[in-house]
């Protein structure tokens, strides 16, 4: 059983950033793909961006529009942890922010297809 933890949430003013952390025990993970997902008071959760493994050491990452540009998602396997880094943030990246991870196939945008979920951090960007 993979259990995930996230941290690195907080308030912060629009136009800054801050770098998520999301670790992992119970599981390796530079064999799963992983992914963030954000969900707003009253919106459903959505797709922030994933790193997927493609075998032999090579990972593809998938960025949502409305984030790209601006977040990069990293993976550090010796420590296990995936990272989020969010800058120029605006008001609308408010919301609590989710790290998951799956082992099928699956589309890495769909949060049906994750396996693991973590238990979230709020990110609050004040205009």
């Known amino acids: 059983q993979v259990h995930l933890v996230e941290s690195g949430g907080g308030l912060v003013q629009a136009g800054g950033s801050l770098r998520l952390s999301c670790a992992a025990s119970?599981?390796?993970?530079?064999?799963?793909?992983t992914g963030w997902f954000r969900q707003a008071p009253g919106k459903e959760r959505e797709f922030v961006v994933a790193?997927?493994?493609?075998?032999?050491?090579?990972?593809?990452?998938y960025y949502a529009d409305s984030v790209k540009g601006r977040f990069t998602i990293s993976k550090d396997n010796a420590k296990n942890t995936v990272y989020l880094q969010m800058n120029s943030l605006k008001p609308d990246d408010t919301a609590v922010y989710y790290c998951a991870a799956k082992v099928s196939r699956g589309s890495s945008r769909y949060s049906k297809n994750y396996d693991y979920w973590g238990q979230g951090t709020q990110v609050t960007v004040s205009s």
């Open positions: 119970g599981g390796t993970l530079s064999s799963f793909d």
């Open positions: 790193i997927t493994w493609s075998g032999d050491s090579t990972y593809t990452t």
